[in-house]
């Protein structure tokens, strides 16, 4: 089945640094690519997704991309800020989501 | 718009007891999935329902079963619960069932403890 795997596990930078969270997927046939954060005590919200057909897209500071040769997929999050700190998770889909592992990112004023 | 709600929020079971979760989802969402997240495993697919019959199935147990109804909401049962069962359990709904096509939506889960 399709397998999800997700670096760093935890993510360390300066305040207005950038931030790079990196997952590989197993199924080629995978189309949709998902990313959440995780604020403790709350359910993940979804931030930005991309879809097989794009290989990057781009919201404000958060950028995905994608390269689905090398089933590849990346978030970005420049000018970081102390509410960024969260746990993110990528997710690979084709009838289901499967989530990676996830990566705990804190952002140091 | 409402999103998705699950209750109850907090509950301490006993071992070997049941447990009933509740779902409803965004309204006019009618594809709810569920999800298991422990420190150890973390987000793991349960199963997934679509206009009331079960569309997919994660790698669980026969212990853990849920079902959808006429109205979308949704719920799981886990039957003789075990110490390992202690979780966050976590609802998400989308329009339809293709995920490549919808954006799912989670609630704010149901911190499971067993004790």
């Known amino acids: 089945g399709e397998n999800v795997e997700q670096h760093p596990s935890t993510l360390s930078v300066q305040e207005g640094d950038s931030a790079v969270i990196k997952c590989t997927y197993s199924?080629?046939?995978?189309?949709?690519f998902p990313w959440y954060k995780q604020e403790l005590g709350k359910g993940p919200q979804l931030i930005i997704d991309?879809?097989?057909?794009?290989g990057e897209k781009k919201d404000q500071r958060i950028a995905v991309t994608l390269n689905k040769t090398a089933k590849h997929f990346s978030l970005h999050i420049t000018e970081t800020q102390p509410e960024d700190s969260a746990v993110y998770f990528c997710?690979?889909?084709?009838?289901?989501?499967?989530f990676g592992t996830g990566t705990r990112l804190q952002v140091f004023p | 718009k409402a999103g998705v709600t699950q209750t109850p929020r907090y509950l301490i079971k006993t071992r070997g007891q049941q447990v009933t979760l509740s779902c409803s989802p965004i309204?006019?969402?009618?594809?709810v999935s569920w999800y298991q997240q422990t420190p150890g495993q973390g987000l793991q697919f349960l199963f997934e329902?679509?206009?009331?019959?079960?569309?997919n199935k994660g790698n669980f147990p026969g212990r853990f079963s849920g079902r959808q109804f006429s109205n979308s909401r949704s719920e799981m049962n886990v039957s003789t619960l075990e110490l390992g069962d202690s979780a966050l359990y976590l609802c998400?709904?989308?329009?339809?069932?293709?995920?490549?096509?919808?954006?799912?939506?989670f609630g704010e889960g149901s911190w499971l403890t067993v004790v």
């Open positions: 998400a709904s989308s329009l339809n069932a293709d995920p490549s096509g919808n954006t799912i939506y």
């Open positions: 199924d080629s046939a995978s189309n949709y």
């Open positions: 991309i879809r097989s057909n794009v």
């Open positions: 997710a690979a889909s084709t009838d289901k989501l499967i």
């Open positions: 309204s006019g969402h009618r594809s």
């Open positions: 329902y679509f206009s009331e019959t079960q569309r």
